[in-house]
T-cell receptor, first 116, second 110 residues
Framework: EAGVAQSPRYKIIEKRQSVAFWCNPI?????LYWYQQILGQGPKLLIQ????????DSQLPKDRFSAERLKGVDSTLKIQPAKLEDSAVYLC??????????????FGPGTRLTVT | DAKTTQPNSMESNEEEPVHLPCNHS???????IHWYRQLPSQGPEYVIH???SNVNNRMASLAIAEDRKSSTLILHRATLRDAAVYYC???????????FGKGTRLSVIA
């Protein structure tokens, strides 16, 4: 079974530029999460999708971050304009209902963003 | 969300058992205890979860205190590949986001 795919793996941009990250979840997984992990901390949720609808985006800085999941499969997370404090690893995870319970979350390798 | 307390770091010799503690004294009655780990330069991966009874799987064992205010993740024979940050996460067992703390960084010495 293929895992969660993310691209790019690394990105370096200057502050005030824009950037986009892509995630392809495990096939058939209806739930998709984006997490932000700042160096030395645990991941923090940015947004949760169920199919192509947003379940929770309360921690997404909406003045600069946006995310979409068209057709309920792939997802894109965008930052515009980027700030120095956005330097972090952006992790995508997916999960699904396994018939009798919700499965654990499967994480991708992450995209490491450096803002200079 | 229940607050968790874990040691910042632990060290183990290769092929020795490792006991990773977690205190979650404010856990609610319906929260499961999940453990995830994050190897260097990778995303977190699921290790094990439980509610009240002790649990075993191919990766580890989970011992849950009778009052559910603490739990211990047990790696029976640590290998170099087990060097990672281990996160203890009380959460509703459903379609809910994970709330990560700082976790315990485990070092394994050959």
């Amino acid at each position: 079974e293929a895992g969660v795919a993310q691209s790019p793996r690394y990105k370096i941009i200057e502050k005030r530029q824009s950037v986009a990250f892509w995630c392809n979840p495990i096939s058939g997984h209806a739930t998709l999460y984006w997490y932000q992990q700042i160096l030395g901390q645990g991941p923090k949720l940015l947004i949760q999708f169920q199919n192509n609808g947003v379940v929770d985006d309360s921690q997404l800085p909406k003045d600069r971050f946006s995310a979409e999941r068209l057709k309920g499969v792939d997802s894109t997370l965008k930052i515009q304009p980027a700030k120095l404090e956005d330097s972090a690893v952006y992790l995508c995870a997916s999960s699904t209902w396994a018939g009798t319970r919700w499965m654990e979350q499967y994480f991708g390798p992450g995209t490491r963003l450096t803002v200079t | 969300d229940a607050k968790t307390t874990q040691p910042n770091s632990m060290e183990s010799n290769e092929e020795e058992p490792v006991h990773l503690p977690c205190n979650h004294s404010t856990i609610s009655g319906t929260d499961y205890i999940h453990w995830y780990r994050q190897l260097p330069s990778q995303g977190p991966e699921y290790v094990i979860h439980g509610l009240t009874s002790n649990v075993n799987n191919r990766m580890a064992s989970l011992a849950i205190a009778e009052d559910r205010k603490s739990s211990t993740l047990i790696l029976h024979r640590a290998t170099l590949r087990d060097a990672a940050v281990y996160y203890c996460i009380p959460t509703k067992h459903g379609n809910t986001p994970l709330v990560f703390g700082k976790g315990t960084r485990l070092s394994v010495i050959a």
